[in-house]
């Protein structure tokens, strides 16, 4: 049998990968790493490829349909780092692939309805046998043919609705295959140069033969310019029709040479570069820890540190230094960042010490201009990235360090769609398949990280104290009864709030301590940061008279009240809906407004303090291009008083200006039933504590609280971060969470509710079969059992970490139990949804 030459090539969303053969036109073009338009199923998909290889009996393999790259869009190394991915976090390979590129850049076949009807015939469909409704429907789909989703967005409509089948068998629209161009391509430059003829009679001949003074003035200009060349665009850029001309005419006559380059559509000074001064000098600290790290980078060992250190204790600076050395060693550095982390100022640093060799990635980005950057970084332009969790997937080759700063922060895990990934974890991956070596940066290090450091495998490096010899602030925690009992677990609270009884009253959001303070600091023309984990006006409205409180219908959780627009939203599916004048229930007009968001706490701050300034910075206020920069900039400026907003205001900002700072209401983190909760609670506070009072005054931190005795709150107060990870170590030991065990949750998705603990049922009896060795908690209902009106249960499956210490077992036995739960079809509406090492287990 004759062998030919074929392609592995894995897609997004299907495991495993598939053969296809090689046109012989593209037979010296297909490599490893390239995107490929294939036939699969009945659709054309973009694949990649991640195999040449000659193959046996080609018959039943179908073609490559094109080749969509002349280079590959991965390297070698690339492909193996995110294979790694697909194994560890049990997710097809081709997601992952898809997932480190650039969005927008792909051909993907979809499905849409489309009008199939002529144009013309729209108007004389008959009213009687089509709806108004219809007949929109079909106006809409004329103009342009929509997805199913879109559908559901635009009209409520899902495949099963009878106007889309009734349309469908009436034969006026179809549910077609269409390829998409993608969104973003490379756009170009022209290049101008002088000719060689032009070149070479330029001092002598060549300006006697002009006979316009414009032609002759752009010569002289684009022979300014020699040897690089100027672009026409930037020659031209504000002239006039004669100057055009005169270009016209010069390239007519053969005088300039046009070549094409790729055009990056970024401009690093478009970030905002506001100037802070730079330190000269490192302090002793900080030398060592530069010093320690410099040298893994030169022995190209993947060691591993922890760099520990308060906010302001200059771990930054440590990191500019060892990128400095890593850069004179001809490597190259990636920095992670959480992305509430990427302001101007942050910017601003990393751009002085680097100039035009670093680039930066973050959402606000336009996918034009992150197309650009992954194509010029792949191209070795940029040798220092500083980005955000996807990042960590930066086509840098050469890597020698690599930096994750906050690296305690949940938002590195990706939370949907899969690959559900870690970027601190996957980080430590690439590092040492690069052989790099890896900083975790935080003044509240995560638990499993501290674990390692304890345990010896990664080096700690301490910053003790901050620069400048800055003091702590002061803090205190300030007795507050809200309405949730201190002794409730959240088990007793979620129970109330789900039988919807009456919260008890409340109390004033502000103490008279917090007030006293907030007036006094105002006073004194210094600034108040105000921290209330929760945005919106209200969470809830409740019945006065029968206690009913509005959910969203779509999701298990209550309509928070906006003050904007006087609507109440869904902060899950963003339903909205008008501020009812009665209550739906008993037609009582006593609705009150309950709990505590950031537009209420503005509101109540503007009541008190009618003279203070007061900005208030949410996911709803900072949201979009540049608006969270601008916020953070104006606050630096002084031009507000206090700042109002969720733990986005307490993360990775720099104030020289704030005296005082408070958390509204510390017991909510505090008491969710997640094993991180304690975690995140005193790591809020801590970060926050690292906000007040920086450099010459010595600031203040208050949090009120219901439970000012409560370990977690008095450990968090002595702003000892190394006696919480110690109790808390031993708490998770005892529990048997991580970093003592490996976790993999298993959610189960479907449009009812029984459907799902079935499913989690059979997959449980599946998964004891599978390895009896594994620890299995619930299934359970999820905390919110219905978002977007598709019901949640979960489970948890573990393993003691001593016993399985790469999680090879558990993701084994996972893997097995889900595909044999997917063989067997036995819940086919059900989705289930993986996640290894996951955040919060809820
Ligand atoms: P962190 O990242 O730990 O919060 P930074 O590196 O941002 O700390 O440093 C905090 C502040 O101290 C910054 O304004 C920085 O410019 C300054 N700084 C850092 N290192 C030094 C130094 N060696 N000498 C003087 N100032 C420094
Ligand atoms: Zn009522
Ligand atoms: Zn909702």
Redesign the pocket.
Known sequence: MPSVLCARVVVPAIDGAFSYRVKPADRHRVQPGMRVLVPFANRRLTGFVIEVELADDPLATKPIESVLDSLPVFSAELLEFTRWISDYYLCPWGDVLKAALPAGISLDEKRYYTYVGAPEALESLSALQFSDADRALLAALNTEPLTAEQLRRRFGLTSASPELKRLRAAGVIDLRPLLRPPLVRTKYDQVLTLSDPARAAYATSLFASLRSVHQQQLLREIHDYEPDGITRAELLRGESATRRAALKRLLELGHLHVRQEEHVRWDPRNEHVPH????????PA?LGAVSAISEAVEAGSPRQFLLF??????????YIEAIRRALALGRTALVLLPEIALTPFLWS?FYRAFGDRVAIQHSAQSPAVRYDLWRQIAAGRYPVVVGARSAVFAPLAGIGLIVI?EEHEASFKQMEPPPLYHARDCALMRARLAQAAVVL?S?TPSMESWYHAQAGRYRLLE?PE???GAVHPLTRAIPYQPAVAADDSYEQYKERRFKRQQPAPEAPILSEELRTRIALTVAAHKQVMLLQNRRGHSPFLICKSCGDIPMCPHCSVSLTFHRKGQVLRCHYCDQREAVPARCAKCGSDQLSRYGIGTQRLEDELATLFPAARILRMDSDTASGAGKHAKMVSAFAAHEYDILVGTQMIAK?L?FAGVDLAAVVRADAELFFPDFRSTERAASLILQLA?RAG?RDVRGEVLVQTAVPDHPVIQTALRQNWREFAEAELATRDRSNFPPYSRLILIRAVAREESPCARALLKLRTLLKKADPFVDILGPAPAIVLKIEDRYRYTMLARVRREADSAGQRLRQAVRRAVDSFRKEKAEPGVKLEIDVDPQSIN
């Open positions: 802070t001064a730079d330190p000269t000098q490192l302090t900080q250190g308060v906010t302001g204790s200059g771990k930054t600076q440590v640093r700063d940066g003044a910053l901050r620069v400048g990775g720099d690292g920086r």
